[in-house]
């Protein structure tokens, strides 16, 4: 089993949905997480981190389930400039931290 | 502004040849991490490092060099040794807080000629 899994998609909405991801994690000693945005042919970005009582930055809203062993990206009212990759990331307490291989995401008008 | 700068944006390398690709931070980070991507995959640790004159092999060393002489630079060497090194390649830093999270540079495109 790999330790992070997302599902790649390409998840395909139209402007408005609310669109949600989720990102299993192996490992039960991890210990923080983030969700991170990257364009085609761009560096990943910081989207946001995820607390274990969960938060939200405008739109989005992201969730830690330490008992099911997921994090979950929730994005409302699309807009096209959403349409990317999104990643999960785990850390297990060292400075490594473990990258999912990213969930596509396509806004259409 | 802080932040971490790769150098060159694209680099292309000829058979048989090594290729030095640079990363610099002034973010004041400890650690330095190299990642290598291919098309429609994930990120793959090459090397990293936690401390100046200290970094070990990632998930995927062989054909790669580092070295961490400086807080601020972490140089990644390609060899001839790595058969198939065209790829994207991403260097990051992140602070000791490890729930900062990661920044990472812009990025070398990197193409065998």
């Known amino acids: 089993r790999k330790e992070v899994e997302q599902d790649p998609g390409p998840f395909n909405v139209p402007e408005g949905a609310t669109v949600a991801f989720n990102c299993t994690y192996s490992n039960s000693a991890s210990q923080s997480f983030f969700w991170y945005r990257q364009d085609c042919r761009k560096e990943p970005k910081l989207l946001m981190s995820?607390?274990?009582s969960g938060n939200e930055d405008g739109r989005f809203t992201a969730q830690l389930n330490r008992a099911s062993q997921y994090i979950s990206l929730l994005i409302r009212d699309s807009k096209l400039s959403d349409s990317a990759t999104y990643l999960c990331?785990?850390?297990?307490?060292?400075?490594?931290?473990?990258f999912g291989r990213g969930t596509s995401l396509i806004v259409h008008p | 502004d802080g932040g971490i700068t790769q150098s060159p944006k694209y680099l292309f390398r000829k058979e048989g040849q090594n290729v030095t690709l640079s990363c610099e931070q002034n973010?004041?980070?400890?650690?330095m991490y190299w990642y290598r991507q291919d098309p429609g995959q994930g990120l793959r640790l090459i090397y990293y490092?936690?401390?100046?004159?200290?970094?070990q092999k990632g998930d995927i060393a062989e054909g790669y060099s580092v070295s961490r002489e400086k807080k601020e630079s972490f140089p990644l060497t390609v060899t001839s040794a790595q058969k198939n090194p065209t790829a994207f390649y991403l260097c990051?830093?992140?602070?000791?807080?490890?729930?900062?999270?990661?920044?990472f540079g812009s990025g070398t495109r990197l193409t065998v000629v």
């Open positions: 990051a830093s992140s602070p000791s807080d490890r729930e900062v999270g990661y920044t």
């Open positions: 995820v607390y274990s």
């Open positions: 990331v785990v850390n297990v307490g060292s400075y490594i931290p473990t």
């Open positions: 973010l004041n980070h400890d650690a």
């Open positions: 490092s936690q401390i100046v004159n200290d970094f």
